[in-house]
């Protein structure tokens, strides 16, 4: 990586990263507050009836990568009036997508709600008050993607940085109104929810309208695009369907096997799973445009550099903040929550696996969306990553606990990168031998050496606060110290020098 296209990389990089911190700080903090208001049941609640709704997310998903997709191509080509009909296009498709799945989650979810789920029957009426809002924030959601993706499209990632920023405040006052509430809290939390939705997408919205002169949306329909959309989607919806249908079946899976107590265990894993992947996500944002747009460009030494590159890097960064976690869990969730569901520990170390398996895996699955030839390798990921579903339904149905569930579906999410990698070779011309070498290999010798290290250390010292600072700053300087001077090239440290921050602490340290 070299030139103009490097420093925008880096720049970039510097607003998500300071995005990400303060996003994952408020993130924390607010789920803590949440958590002691509503209590273990209708936070448990609250996750549950949201997965009902979370589940015909994968529609949503696979429109929002053709969207993508297809907005950073034609920058990609320099086409303006192709940019321009692909954005109204999309804005289009998501109106109806939204208004569809408002009909659907109506006449489907609500009997759902009301008898297939394990709730108390006397929060029965305030848990359909927070689904209908659930679904409201949803279509919220959905009608966003296309101003998002814009936005992102032209790597316009200081507004990115500063809408989350805006926006996780405003959880986080609302977590408070929730806290001091007379009404019911679960009804009024899915409520301030949805009007914090509402507040994000003007922002969307009267930004791109602003902002983006180059891209107007214009009221017409073009067939043909629609069926590019639809062609496009229609084959990214297989992996969207397996990801998305696998991660709501585990909530409704552990509260029909475990009950609400595990499903407020669950929540609390997937908070803390979700600042994660907004972690990889602030990364990976930087890099995905260039990804895209190297390929229509065509400039392959640039193309295949980032993807060596970024999925080696993503999963360092992932194992710098993730390993201090995993040594610390039990005093982060004590420090964090004060009181919190039993399993949760295991839960948040079991799901973490998942986690840094998707990190390295990244930058790959751009690829494919810049190709555009999804057919083949969504039809093998669905193979693989449905398995998935009835290995966790049967281990639970014979015994097994919430966290071997969970590493059962770490399993099968590794397996489906091994198919992935192997795949690429066809697709884009990957060099295996090199990939091994480059980044697997790599990654493999520093978690090798760092976790065994870090996890003796946080064992031998207890659940302090002595232990989570000393374990840290080893897990800190063995990860840092393996990864810059082992790990990354001399291209890669240049780029990493040029970052805001970060490379005024490396100069300063170098020196």
Known sequence: MAGADSVRVARNTGYLFLRMILVLVVGLYTSRVVLRALGFTDFGIYNVVGSVVVFFGFLRLALTNATYRYIVYALGEGDSDKLGKTYSMAINCHVVLAAALLIILEAIGIPVVRHGLNIPPERIQAAMWAYQFSILTFAFSILQTPFNSNVIAHEKMDFYALVSIVEVLLKLGLAFIVASTGFDRLIMYAMLLTVSAVVVFLFYVIYCKIKFRDCRFEFFWNGKLVKEFASYSGWSLLVNAADVSITQLISIFFNLFLGVIANAALGIA??????????????????????????????????????????????????????????????????WLGEYPPDAPVFIKAIIVYVLIDSFQSPLWQAVHATGRLKVHQI???????????????????????????????????????????????????????????????IVLVAAVAVPAVLWLSNYMGSNLKSFLISSTAAVIVVGGLSYFVALNRKEREVLKSMPVVGRVLNALSR
């Open 270 to 335: 997937n908070q803390v799973i979700g600042q994660l992947n907004s972690f990889m996500g602030t990364f990976t944002q930087a890099f995905d445009p260039q990804i895209i747009k190297s390929y229509a460009s065509g400039r392959r030494d640039y193309f295949m550099s980032l993807i060596y590159s970024t999925s080696k890097i993503t999963f360092l960064l992932m194992l710098f903040i993730c390993l201090p976690l995993v040594a610390n869990i039990d005093f982060v969730l004590r420090i």
């Open 380 to 442: 093998l990921m669905f193979c693989v990553k449905i398995l998935a579903i009835p290995a966790m339904y049967l281990a639970l149905k014979l015994g097994a606990d919430g966290a071997t569930t969970l590493l059962i579906w770490a399993s099968v999410n590794l397996l489906s990168a091994i198919v992935r990698t192997v795949y690429m070779k066809t697709l884009i011309g990957l060099d295996l031998m090199k990939y091994l070498k480059d980044v697997v290999f790599i």
